[in-house]
C-alpha cells in the first residue's frame, strides 16, 4: 500500500475524531445547559459575554493603523485603515487657553499675540445697543419678531452708501457674484440734484422728520413698518456718532461756501509716552 495514501488516511481518521469530539462536547454541554439554574445561565452567559469582548479587544489592538503621510487630496482618497482624528492637524484640540491681557479664549498652538499683541492692542468695551434696537434684538419688544423676519429690509432704509466694484463677474443663473479688484461706497452729494429726490446719505438731512421716515420707507421695495422706521431714525440721529459728525461738519461750513468735499478719516496711530496702538475714530472734516 503506498505511503501516501496511509497517511491521507490517517488524516482523515483524525479529522473524524475531531469531529466526533466536538459533537460529543457539545451534546455534554447542552445537557448541562437543560439541567442548569437560570442563575447559571445567567453567570455562563456574562462569561461569553467577557471572553468575547477581550477576543475583540485583542483583533482591534492588533489592526494595523497606517500614518497619515500624503494629505493632499485625501478626501477623494478616503482609506479607512488611517485614523485621521489622531492626526495633529485634525485635532486641535478645545479654545481652552485664555488670554492674560484680552481674556480671549484661544486653541493651545495659536501664538500668544494673535488676539491682541500680547496687550499692545486694547478695544473698547462693546455697549449694549441703544433702544429700540436691543429690545428689537433681545425679543423683548411687541414688533421684534416682524423686524427680525424683515431685518435685510430694515438695514436697506438706512444705509448711507451705494455698493461698487472695479470688476463684478456674473456666469450663468448663479444667485452669486463674484468681485475682482477694488470695492467702493459711494457716499455721493450729501443734498440731491432734485428736492424730493433723496437717497442714501442724503436721507439723512431731511429737516422734517416724518418725511424723512416715509422717504425711508419708499426707498424699499418691499412694506415695512413706518413706526418702527421711526424709532430707529430718532434712535440713530441721537446715538450714531458718524451721522452726528456729518451733520457738525455741513454746519460748521459758511452759508457762502459754493462747494466743500467731506473726508473721512481713519487712521492708525501710536499714542505718546506708550507703546499701544489704538485705532482711532473716524472723523469728519
Known sequence: MPEEYIQQEMKNRQRHVRLASIRLGIDIELRERERESSVERELRRSRDRDRHRIQ???????????????KEKSAMNYDLSISYKDDRIVSIGT?????????????????????????????????????????????????SKQFMRNIRRYNNAFQ??????????????????????????????????RPDDHKFLQIYFIADPDTQASTRCSSVAQPIDRDLIRSLQDMSHSHNCYIQSFKTAIESVPADTPDFNVVIHANKFLLENTEDYTMSLPRVK
Open 95 to 143: 479654545m481652552s487657553v485664555l488670554c492674560e491681557h484680552c481674556l480671549a479664549l484661544k486653541f493651545k498652538d495659536e501664538s500668544k499675540g494673535m488676539c491682541c499683541l500680547q496687550g499692545k492692542v486694547k478695544l473698547e468695551e462693546i455697549l449694549p445697543p441703544s433702544e429700540p434696537f436691543h429690545s428689537l434684538l433681545t425679543g423683548d419688544h411687541q414688533k
Open 56 to 70: 475583540r479587544a485583542r483583533k482591534s489592538s492588533a489592526r494595523v493603523t497606517n500614518s497619515w503621510v500624503k
Open 160 to 193: 448711507m452708501t451705494s455698493f461698487k466694484s472695479k470688476q463684478v463677474v456674473e456666469r450663468g443663473f448663479m444667485p452669486t457674484f463674484k468681485i475682482q479688484r477694488q470695492v467702493y461706497h459711494l457716499a455721493g452729494i450729501l443734498l440731491p440734484l
